[in-house]
């Protein structure tokens, strides 16, 4: 009986290692193929958007479908049975997707508008970014992330900042421009003030008065001087991170910025780190 | 009677607190509760500029203006009894922005067109700063501002710089263009300069004669370039504000900006750290 | 005679002060004056230009044209006559602008098609600048400047490789969307290029093809990533040029870095100037 | 028999000096001709594309055409013949380009439809890039590269972020906007989305529903945000490099990346400096 328990142990630790491992063969083919499963099902999901290309090959891509769903959900029972904490996994971000990208396809058997659903199926792309995780592009989003959160007060000013001049330029245009040219109503001008700041501009709705047109030069040449402050953000908080990475001070002469990875100090010679 | 004034100052005070503060319980519900009213009362102002949505709650947005009006009123008698010095509050940038945004809907009884008061309505948005104001937002929007302040003359240059551009080529592509291909006049030529150097593009006007184009090319490209100067100067701004943010002023000489690895002051020569 | 000379130094001097300088009170009005006149004057160049304005107008156009080159005529003549140097003033960039922006007024009496000049006479603008040069703007110009001429090298090998990467995309989309769909040369498939890369966006010309459509995806990610080596380049040469502009190292204990208005350096205490 | 090995060695010694040096006035000239003859090629393939220009000139094209792939064959040979290891250039990627520069005119004797070979014709464009190669402007170019290839993982999980939102609000899109709003299939959307988050906003698509225009405003907020990340990361990179290339190496062990204010190396604690 206990035997049996560890053999189960074993298997379960196996698998868990061809999982969610990296460093193993098998683990490395695992993710290669599970890279090529995702990517495959998520250009199904759009191929068969394209009409043409649906009107031929429908039963091939409801077939193929069912192929992958079927193999997701084996990897899914596979990663609840071997992870030491089922129930964490299943409630971890990674494992509400695993989850979600399954779901469509059985819901297509019961309802049939499973359209509203395809969102839901282009969300396994998210999957990709476990293979990613695992590497050592991690340390480059780590940074990323880390530079966004500590910047997070500024960008929430920033932002708040756009909104407010966004609402008031729109209600103006509104104002000034009118029903007739295309300004419809508040939202309207305010959706067109958001693509004329971040200098999308669609033209689908322009300013045609004299006025109008001089207010969205204003707002353009506003975007464009806006546009600097968020990038300053993010390059202030990428180097300033850069430096609180260093090893601090040296105890005995002061020294600051010390390299990570000294052993003695620059300055005066202290030894740092046992050798 | 001294009792009585007594008495009154408590109330001032306590009102004061709960609307001016944000440190008692009282004071963050109030500042809570503001903040949903600005962004209903704004929502309102959005909502009745869309036809459809208008036609059937006309009455419904009348009555809640004026629910809101009447309660931004007595919020706005609230702070002018509750301040220590009334007068100030009320020609403060706040306390004019407070009362603007309660005159349009009065105006309304009089005058028909109250139509050319939106705008002013949507200005209570800015009334939403006020409670970011007293969090730790704050510390970041400081930042900023510091920021753009500090790096004013850089700005100024480089938007004369600009200006003079978009001028020299909105005049070149009116005589090269002409009326015929939208260019109707130098100001909307300048106008259509704007729209491309600041790369929003509508499209509504764009240059058809292959000189017009090479022209454009050209405005583009140096636009491209353009844009790195400002955000150059924003990033060099923060970076250089955080150096000078370190270590204080001198206690002897009141230098500031010493830099944070400082033992003596640079200008007066004072110990500053024991060695 | 000797004083007739030295009466006539004096004159020559004071008009130089007046017209050059910007110390005295007489030279700020000056400087007022001229800043007015020059910006009405290019004000009257682009509202002549809106047929319905100058349809009304074009009377009094034609005379405040003749009152403004007589004022600016009699400027370049008293510049000439109080300049030490008048030969070196007039082949001086600003001289040349301030002749340029006389010529096309006087030449329209003989020539009729006056109508080529008007950007030589919006190129009076540049004048502005004499005006801002003379101030405490000058400062923040010098740095923009010197950053963007230390990064060239880096600018022109950018410009380099965009321009490369315009070409042969645009021979690309010419071959692969052709005539039909807009692209009807290399050379207007690589205007649309530019217009895609820096992100402008114009819609005149847009790819109908999916290869198309996924090549211009293809260019715009480029140009959004490209996008941000200039920004890199000018940033990084404002926070170089800043380090250079400190005082160097201390002469006892080599401390580097020191600020510009160091009295005594801030590591050892040394006394850098004498005070 | 040696003598005459001893005059080809020399020649051949001054062909390569000739052709791919640049010290000597010849080799200079060459270099010169070389990129006047590489402009004038590309020109003639732009020019050719337009059709009232090639209705003219038609012939003249075609001569000139042969004229310059006969010049540039003669250079191919004497770059083989002067190179030291023939096989090694030909393999390389600048003599990849060179022979591919040269294929599409003999093809054209051949093959009727030399149209598809035009863009490898513009490829000579790069060789250009071979004569910048040699000058002061390697070093600007090496610093770019040496910043983008630095900050590479970065930019992979910056760009695989932006792909995933480009799918899963392509994917969306097409599910709100539907077919009848030219959101024909997902590719299109995610195209759309692509044009949109690069902020290029051609306008040949654009959302019309309420919904779908408040997620395009998200998306463009979002992509004005996300602009600032690979600025960021850049210009850290270029920063970051700066200091790195400051003191050199250890001579006892190595060790790189010396903080240029090192008195002692801080991996093995060798003395750098006499203090």
Known sequence: ??????GLKKWQQKIHEVIFGYHTFAGKLFDLVLLVGILASVAIVMLESVRE?????????????????ILFTLEYIARLLSSPRPLKYALSFMGIVDLLSLIPTYLGIFIDGAHALLVIRSIRLIRVFRILKLTHFMGGAQQLADALWASRHKVIVFLGSVLCIVVIIGTLMFMIEGRSHGFSSIPKSIYWAIVT??????????????VGQTIAS??????YAILAVPTGIVTHELIHADKKNNLGSC???GQKNLPKESNYCFNCGEKLKEL
């Open 1 to 6: 009986m206990n035997k049996e328990i560890d």
């Open 53 to 69: 290309i649906d009107a031929n090959f429908s039963q091939e891509f409801h077939f193929l479908e069912w192929v992958f769903t």
């Open 197 to 210: 700041i971040t200098t999308v501009g669609y033209g689908d709705i322009a300013p045609e008065t004299v």
């Open 218 to 223: 204003a707002l353009m040449i506003v975007g």
């Open 251 to 253: 105890p005995r002469c």
